[in-house]
Every structure is written in C-alpha cells, then in structure tokens.
C-alpha cells in the first residue's frame, strides 16, 4: 500500500526526515509513505488556507496518477478537502475530520488545544464541516503559536508544560478528551509526552497523525472512497 502526505506547506529536510521516520512507525509493515508539499505557502492567518486549493488539488491528482491507494490532507484545517475529493477517485482523508468523527467514538465532550490562535477560525469551520461542533467544550490556543516556515517555537519540555497547562483548565471546563490541533506535533515532543500528559491531566490527548493515516489505511484496504454523489468526479 502507497499513502501520499500532502502539507499545506513547505518543511525543511531535517523535519521531513523526521516526520517520515514517525510515519513508519505509525503504518502497517507493507505500507509506504510519501510527502508531496503545497510549494510556497506560508500559512498566517486563516484566510491563507482557501489559497491551497488550486495547488492541494493538482498534487492530489499527481499522486492519483501515480498510483497511491490513499491521500492524507494532512492538517487540521481539512484544506481543500472537497475540492481535492471532488478531483479524484482515490480516497482522500482530512486530518480533522478522520480525528474528531473518531474523538465522538470515545468521549461525549472534548477539548482542542489550538498552536495557533490566529488559525482557530479555520479550524472550528473544519469541525464545523465533520459536524463534530457541538461537543467540543473549548478551543485554547498556545501562547506562541507554531507557524509554516518554522520560526521561534518551545523547547520539547516547554511545550509539554504549555499543553498540560492549558489542558487542565479544558477539563476543568469538562472535557473527557484533549485533541492537539496539529499534525507535526510530534516533530515539538520529546517521546512518551502524551503519554506523560494522559496520566497528569486524567483525559487521552490526542495526537491527529496516527488516526489521519491508519483512517487512509483503513479506506484503502477496504476499497472505500468518497460517494461520487457528495463529490461528483471533475477531472
């Protein structure tokens, strides 16, 4: 099995590495991944996700083309998600969506700690978009927020002292289930940090990857993808 990553962004090698080392970690023996990058963006502010879409959904058809069983959109924005279904007929996973539709099968009320607060408008509209709204108790975002290009960001200890903070005032607001709002969280953490942070706050954390690529797996090897109905075919 072949799963294509799409970033809405650009990562330098060192991450990339990084990111693919964790994949193979993730994925079944027989599956192999690889990252195709939306060239140029930088992500700010919300409004810069709608411009992916040109760019997402030519990738997304260069992979089709070349034979992947599965696409990964992979951020917590869904970007171009019904555009990029709509494009091809192999199965296309949004990080968010396959998150929060499998959040709902563990936990009636959860929590999402944003990295970036100038991007929670565009990541409630993806929850908004899986109709998953109505159980999330909060959106909190960290103090300095994790951009495309990498800038200033925490130490691996800082941010997990930064997530356990914010985390703890998400249960005290109710929440029975933590979802970190990022897909390259893991590129922040030292190993074991969700883990650490399950047993202090009480409550899973959530880290999206693992549930975004298993969700593409899963797809592929049943041989589902999205209804021609919901998104006609326009290639």
């Not at 990111?19 to 690889?34: C, E, M, P």
């Not at 990498?150 to 109710?174: H, S």
């Not at 693992?210 to 021609?228: C, F, H, N, V, Y």
Request: with cysteine.
């Amino acid at each position: 099995m072949r799963l294509a990553i799409i970033l809405p962004g650009e990562l330098p090698e060192e991450a990339k590495g990084a990111l693919q080392a964790n994949y193979k970690r993730i994925v079944a023996s027989g599956t192999d991944t690889a990252i195709f990058e939306v060239k140029g963006s930088q992500i700010r502010v919300a409004g810069d996700i709608d411009l992916l879409i040109p760019k997402a959904t030519d990738i997304a058809k260069q992979a089709e083309k070349q034979g992947f069983d599965a696409l990964v959109l992979n951020g917590m924005c869904d970007f171009a998600l019904r555009a990029a279904r709509g494009a091809v007929q192999t199965p296309v996973v949004g990080a968010a969506s396959a998150t929060y539709h499998l959040v709902y099968q563990l936990a009636s009320k959860y929590g999402v700690i944003s990295v970036n607060e100038r991007l929670n408008p565009i990541f409630i509209r993806a929850i908004k978009e899986s109709g998953c709204y109505e159980r999330m108790t909060s959106m909190r975002a960290i103090g300095k927020p994790l951009t495309l290009p990498m800038g200033e960001f925490y130490t691996p200890d800082e941010m997990e002292e930064e997530l356990l903070r914010i985390g703890r005032k998400q249960v005290e607001e109710g929440a029975q289930v933590l979802v970190v709002a990022c897909t390259l969280i893991s590129l922040f953490l030292k190993p074991g940090a969700l883990n650490r942070l399950r047993e202090r706050l009480g409550v899973m954390v959530i880290d999206p990857q693992p549930i975004a690529l298993k969700t593409a797996e899963m797809l592929a090897g049943l041989r589902l993808a999205q209804s021609d109905l919901e998104y006609p075919h326009n290639a």
